[in-house]
């Protein structure tokens, strides 16, 4: 068992209590190993308290080193061939692991994920924002794992799924890592109630949201797909948006320029924005800013034509062809918007990708 801590020495109790009383009734030999990363409120000495008694390892890291670390350092100390990782806040019910186990002893399965989005499976109390925020970020590993629940910090598995493979600490998401990156033939989901933790607070903060992203688009590299790479062009292109929309207003609203040269600007603005944080992250690009920068104002300018082309013919040809009035239902319009502006984007992203930043990925 790793349990990865970070200020959770309330819990801890309850914790080694409940994880060795499941263990012990379905006979599974357990050691728990403790990750601490010098937690201030003194997880770290409680939890060698507890270790008097108990079948238990504490690692002391230094310092706050990150979710994702503390568990592969707990897998290297670990002496069993099961690894189960679980939080220590009681999320999870400890109470789940003999059959997660036996699912991996029988040959079932080789990785088992405690799953809140299978039947059976449940969350208890989300705010809208929590849920929205889950919701969002399994969606965008869809195309990663079959798995339904692949953001879970609750899973077990056999130690050979992770021999000599190289393992990636970034994030939070280290079962999401695993399930991409791991030898395995099958997977399989056990379905857990996922409960308000009981003492103390999250640590998932909205820097975490952003490395979510930056690790999804790495795994997405991984398995040799583009759309690792089109997921961040498309994100800094919603950010670029937004910055259009205010560069917009206030050189219009502030310094009175007229609506037509304000829109140029944002335009201009926007697009510089896009450009420097592709170059930066999406290519990780070395090319020559003199070529790239034009190329890359060219293909959105580009981009452009071919969104008014697509919702012209969208609106007088498609639509009304499929019986759709558009005076009817402006609702259309948008619909219409949408499908154009998302193929725009793929527009924009390959020709970036073959023509702008092409020089530096056949190279790479
Ligand atoms: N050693 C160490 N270092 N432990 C940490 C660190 C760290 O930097 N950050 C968090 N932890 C520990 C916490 O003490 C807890 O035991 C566990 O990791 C999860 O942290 P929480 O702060 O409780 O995370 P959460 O509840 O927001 O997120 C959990 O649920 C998500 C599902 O929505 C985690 O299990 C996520 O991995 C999971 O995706
Ligand atoms: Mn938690």
Redesign the pocket.
Known sequence: MI??????KD?LDELVQRINSSCSKAGIECEIVI???N?PDGTGAKAEELAKSARMKVLH?EG????S??VLEGFKVASGSVLVVM???L??PPEKIPEMVSKIESGEAELVVGS?YIKGGSVENWPLR?KAV?KG?TFLARWLTKVKDP????FALSRSVIDGVALNPVG????LEILVKGKYEKAAEVPIH?AD?KA?????GGTEMLRYIDHVSMLYEHKHLWLGKYLKFAFIGGIGALINLAVLWVSHEVFFVHYLWAAVLAFVVADTNNYIWNRLWTFKSKGKIHFQYPQFLLVSVDGLMLNLILLWALVEEVFPGLGVRMDKASVMLIVAQVLAIFTVSLFNFFANSIWTFGGDMRKA
């Not at 349990?3 to 959770?8: L, M």
């Not at 706050?64 to 979710?67: E, F, I, S, T, V």
Request: no cysteine; hydrophobic share 30%.
């Open positions: 349990v990865p801590t970070y200020n959770e819990n990750v601490d990363d937690s890291r706050k080193l990150g979710l670390s503390a939080d220590a806040d999320s999870h809140r929590r889950s970020a953001m879970s910090g609750f939070y998401k280290i079962g996922f933790r103390g607070k999250s640590k998932l």
